[in-house]
């Protein structure tokens, strides 16, 4: 079953800069692909696209059967609320606590701050108690973000990333920051939670050798271009 179908997108930017040339591939439920490629070779800016952080100049994206590309107001938020967003620098709220990070994921920023923290029931705070556990932060649930390691942060942010339910999980560099240990453990528990949910993540990475062990499939992109579409095993001689 197609989640993702993306048909020759292309990103240029106002400077001229042709981030994307005609980038075309689909993603069926449940997969984990990787997309790798050397830096400015254009893997941010695809996944700036499929949730409209950056429109695309010309394609189309069609998630869950809905126009991506088309979408606004409502229609748009609604399509973001259905895919979670791991980044490279965590962007967690960092004097608040694991907990509360995650909270923010499961009921949206714009109600975290309209509402205060106090509106949280204690059935929420049991559900965010419940994924650090799943990352294996259980006993880190109450300290302060920046009290805990890189692994442990971006365990969090994927966490929050889950807490929102979402269709798709979408990881920009999510290891780039971390030390090749750290790396592992992250996405060890990465993809361990995608496949426990059945949810299809889309993971760039420039390190080959991790797309390799935790891949189902990879998409090497070169200057704004696909130049490998396969497994791992396919991936002989890198990109
Ligand atoms: P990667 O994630 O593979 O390192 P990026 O998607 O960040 O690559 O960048 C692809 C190309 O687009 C690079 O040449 C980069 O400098 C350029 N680029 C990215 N964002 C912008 C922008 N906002 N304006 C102009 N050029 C950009
Ligand atoms: P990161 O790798 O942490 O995502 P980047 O430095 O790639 O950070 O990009 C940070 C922001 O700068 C993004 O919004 C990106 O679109 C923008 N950007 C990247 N390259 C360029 C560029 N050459 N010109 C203008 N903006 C850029």
């Known amino acids: 079953e197609t989640l993702l179908e993306v048909k020759n997108v292309t ?53 869950e059967g809905e126009d991506v590309i088309a ?12 895919i979670g967003m791991v980044f490279q620098h965590f962007n967690l709220v960092k004097r608040s606590p694991a907990y509360l990070n995650v909270l923010h994921g499961r009921l949206g920023y714009v109600s ?33 973000a920046d009290e805990l390691s890189g692994g442990q942060q971006q365990r969090v942010g994927i966490a929050r990333a889950i807490a929102q339910s979402p269709s798709l999980l979408l990881a920009d560099e999510p290891i780039a920051s971390l030390d090749p240990s750290s790396s592992e453990n992250v996405m060890v528990y990465l993809k361990s939670v995608c496949q426990e949910d059945g949810l299809t993540s889309i993971v760039n990475l420039h390190q080959v050798d991790f797309a390799k062990q935790f891949a189902d499939r990879i998409i090497g992109v070169k200057a704004g271009e696909i130049v490998f579409d396969g497994t791992p095993r396919e991936l002989t001689d890198g990109i």
């Open 112 to 144: 975290t701050i309209k509402g205060g923290l106090g509106r949280f029931s204690e059935a929420d705070t049991r559900g965010a108690l419940e994924i650090l556990r799943r990352v294996g932060l259980e006993d880190q649930a109450f300290k302060r």
């Open 71 to 82: 979408a606004k107001g409502r229609q748009l938020r609604h399509i973001r609320r259905r």
């Open 11 to 63: 990103m240029v930017f106002p400077d001229g800069t042709e981030a994307l040339k005609g980038i075309n591939f689909t993603i069926k439920k449940g997969e984990l692909v990787s997309i790798i490629g050397p830096s400015g070779a254009g893997k941010s800016t695809l996944m700036r696209s499929l949730n409209l952080l950056n429109k695309p100049t010309e394609g189309s994206i069609s998630f």
